[in-house]
C-alpha cells in the first residue's frame, strides 16, 4: 500500500512537471500525500523517546492503552487513506519510509525548550522535520520534493506538558515569574512561530490541537481535591475551573492568531481543532456519549486513579470503554475516536470542533 501511493505521487509529478500549464498551477490531482505528526503524549505512547522508560517522572509508563493506533491523528490518518506515520526512530531511513509520513512527537514533548534532553520540544521536532525535507530533497529533486511537502499535512498537538510539568506546579518556579496570560502569550508565540517555519517549508495543510481540559483530569482532580467536602468548582463535573480557565485563555489566544496567520499568509489552511469543548460535552454528558466513569482513570492508582499512573496493563480496569480517562491525563481510545469523527466530519455528536473547517474538508481541499 505505501509503495502503491509513493509510486503514484511520482508519477504524478512527472507528469506536472513535464506539462508547462500546469507548472503554473499549484494544485494537483493528490489532496494530501502524507501527514507528519509533531506534538506530546496526545501523538505518542512513549515509544518515540529513546528514555521515556526511565525518565517518565510523574506521568504514567503506559500513556496509551495499546499502541499509537488508537491516538486521534493515527485515526484521521486512516480517514485519509493514508499509513500510518511512523515513530521518528523507529523508521528506517529509507525514502519509503520519509515519504510515508513520520510521527516526531513524544511524550511529555513542550512547547518551551526542556532543561533535559531526554525530552524532545517543539524547536528539536521542527529541526527533526525540516532535515527530513532535506533528505527527500536530496532524493527527489528541488522540484518534485517541493510539490510533495506542499501536499503534506502537519499535525500539531503541544501545550499540555508545559502546563503539567511547569504552569501548575510551583516548584518549578514558572507560575511565580509569569501570570498566566503571560505564560499563555510565550506559548502561542512560539507555536506560531513554528506555524510560519512550516509555511517557510513550504508546507500549506496544518492541523493545530488545542489544549483538552486539564482541570478535569484524574491527576489535577485527585491533587486539587478539598479533603472536608469532596466538591470542586464545578459540582456537575467535579472540574477543577481555575486550571481550566488557564486552558481556555490559551486556546483563546492561539485560535485568535491562527485567524490571524490564514488572512496574513498567502494559501495557508491552517485548522484548529477545539478538543476542549468536546471533551467538556463528554464529561458533562458522559451516560448520553456511553460513558459510566467520567473522574476517575482506568489505569491509575490513588484517588480518581490519579496520584501514581499507569505503570503496566495489569493495572487497568476491566472495561475501558466505560471510562473517559485512561490515566492521569490521556483519554481512553473510545473518547479519542469520538473525537476524531467529529474532527474528520463536523457532524457527528461533537460539532464545530474544528475550525474554519473540518478536516475533510481540509483533505479535500486542493493548494
Given at each position: 500500500?505505501?509503495?502503491?501511493?509513493?509510486?503514484?505521487?511520482?508519477?504524478?509529478?512527472?507528469?506536472?512537471?513535464?506539462?508547462?500549464?500546469?507548472?503554473?498551477?499549484?494544485?494537483?490531482?493528490?489532496?494530501?500525500?502524507?501527514?507528519?505528526?509533531?506534538?506530546?503524549?496526545?501523538?505518542?505512547?512513549?515509544?518515540?523517546?529513546?528514555?521515556?522508560?526511565?525518565?517518565?517522572?510523574?506521568?504514567?509508563?503506559?500513556?496509551?492503552?495499546?499502541?499509537?493506533?488508537?491516538?486521534?491523528?493515527?485515526?484521521?490518518?486512516?480517514?485519509?487513506?493514508?499509513?500510518?506515520?511512523?515513530?521518528?526512530?523507529?523508521?528506517?531511513?529509507?525514502?519509503?519510509?520519509?515519504?510515508?509520513?513520520?510521527?516526531?512527537?513524544?511524550?511529555?514533548?513542550?512547547?518551551?525548550?526542556?532543561?533535559?534532553?531526554?525530552?524532545?520540544?517543539?524547536?528539536?521536532?521542527?529541526?527533526?522535520?525540516?532535515?527530513?525535507?532535506?533528505?527527500?530533497?536530496?532524493?527527489?529533486?528541488?522540484?518534485?520534493?517541493?510539490?510533495?511537502?506542499?501536499?503534506s499535512m502537519v499535525y500539531l498537538s503541544f501545550g499540555?506538558?508545559?502546563?503539567?510539568?511547569?504552569?501548575?506546579?510551583?516548584?518549578?518556579?514558572?507560575?511565580?515569574?509569569?501570570?498566566?496570560?503571560?505564560?499563555?502569550?510565550?506559548?502561542?508565540?512560539?507555536?506560531?512561530?513554528?506555524?510560519?517555519?512550516?509555511?517557510?517549508?513550504?508546507?500549506?495543510?496544518?492541523?493545530?490541537?488545542?489544549?483538552?481540559?486539564?482541570?478535569c483530569t484524574p491527576s489535577l482532580l485527585s491533587e486539587?481535591?478539598?479533603?472536608?467536602?469532596?466538591?470542586?468548582?464545578?459540582?456537575?463535573?467535579?472540574?477543577?475551573?481555575?486550571?481550566?480557565?488557564?486552558?481556555?485563555?490559551?486556546?483563546?489566544?492561539?485560535?485568535?492568531?491562527?485567524?490571524?496567520?490564514?488572512?496574513?499568509?498567502?494559501?495557508?489552511?491552517?485548522?484548529?481543532?477545539?478538543?476542549?469543548?468536546?471533551?467538556?460535552?463528554?464529561?458533562?454528558?458522559?451516560?448520553?456519549?456511553?460513558?459510566?466513569?467520567?473522574?476517575?482513570?482506568?489505569?491509575?492508582?490513588?484517588?480518581?486513579?490519579?496520584?501514581?499512573?499507569?505503570?503496566?496493563?495489569?493495572?487497568?480496569?476491566?472495561?475501558?470503554?466505560?471510562?473517559?480517562?485512561?490515566?492521569?491525563?490521556?483519554?481512553?481510545?473510545?473518547?479519542?475516536?469520538?473525537?476524531a469523527d467529529s474532527m474528520w466530519s463536523g457532524e457527528?455528536?461533537?460539532?464545530?470542533?474544528?475550525?474554519?473547517?473540518?478536516?475533510?474538508?481540509?483533505?479535500?481541499?486542493?493548494?
Amino acid at each position: 500500500m505505501k509503495m502503491e501511493r509513493i509510486a503514484l505521487f511520482m508519477a504524478a509529478a512527472v507528469v506536472v512537471m513535464g506539462t508547462s500549464s500546469a507548472m503554473g498551477q499549484e494544485s494537483s490531482s493528490w489532496n494530501v500525500s502524507a501527514m507528519y505528526v509533531l506534538g506530546d503524549s496526545s501523538v505518542d505512547c512513549g515509544l518515540n523517546s529513546m528514555f521515556y522508560p526511565f525518565v517518565h517522572r510523574s506521568h504514567s509508563l503506559l500513556p496509551c492503552n495499546g499502541s499509537n493506533s488508537i491516538l486521534p491523528p493515527y485515526l484521521l490518518a486512516e480517514k485519509m487513506g493514508l499509513p500510518y506515520p511512523e515513530s521518528f526512530y523507529i523508521q528506517n531511513g529509507s525514502t519509503e519510509a520519509l515519504l510515508s509520513g513520520l510521527n516526531f512527537g513524544a511524550a511529555e514533548a513542550t512547547i518551551m525548550s526542556p532543561n533535559s534532553l531526554s525530552h524532545q520540544s517543539l524547536n528539536i521536532q521542527l529541526r527533526q522535520l525540516f532535515e527530513t525535507f532535506q533528505l527527500l530533497e536530496l532524493q527527489l529533486g528541488q522540484e518534485i520534493a517541493s510539490r510533495f511537502t506542499r501536499s503534506s499535512m502537519v499535525y500539531l498537538s503541544f501545550g499540555k506538558d508545559d502546563y503539567i510539568s511547569l504552569f501548575l506546579h510551583r516548584f518549578s518556579g514558572v507560575m511565580v515569574n509569569y501570570s498566566s496570560q503571560a505564560f499563555a502569550q510565550i506559548l502561542v508565540d512560539q507555536m506560531v512561530r513554528a506555524m510560519r517555519n512550516l509555511y517557510n517549508m513550504n508546507v500549506r495543510k496544518v492541523v493545530c490541537m488545542g489544549l483538552l481540559p486539564l482541570g478535569c483530569t484524574p491527576s489535577l482532580l485527585s491533587e486539587w481535591h478539598i479533603p472536608t467536602t469532596g466538591r470542586f468548582d464545578d459540582v456537575v463535573t467535579g472540574c477543577v475551573e481555575v486550571i481550566n480557565q488557564l486552558v481556555l485563555e490559551y486556546n483563546t489566544m492561539l485560535e485568535e492568531q491562527i485567524v490571524i496567520l490564514n488572512q496574513e499568509l498567502l494559501d495557508a489552511q491552517i485548522v484548529f481543532c477545539d478538543v476542549y469543548h468536546g471533551l467538556r460535552k463528554i464529561i458533562t454528558y458522559p451516560n448520553f456519549f456511553g460513558f459510566k466513569e467520567a473522574k476517575s482513570a482506568c489505569c491509575g492508582l490513588g484517588l480518581y486513579n490519579g496520584v501514581i499512573g499507569c505503570l503496566s496493563s495489569d493495572m487497568a480496569c476491566n472495561n475501558v470503554s466505560a471510562h473517559v480517562w485512561w490515566d492521569l491525563y490521556n483519554p481512553t481510545p473510545q473518547v479519542n475516536s469520538l473525537l476524531a469523527d467529529s474532527m474528520w466530519s463536523g457532524e457527528d455528536l461533537l460539532s464545530n470542533i474544528c475550525r474554519p473547517t473540518t478536516l475533510h474538508h481540509l483533505f479535500y481541499n486542493p493548494v
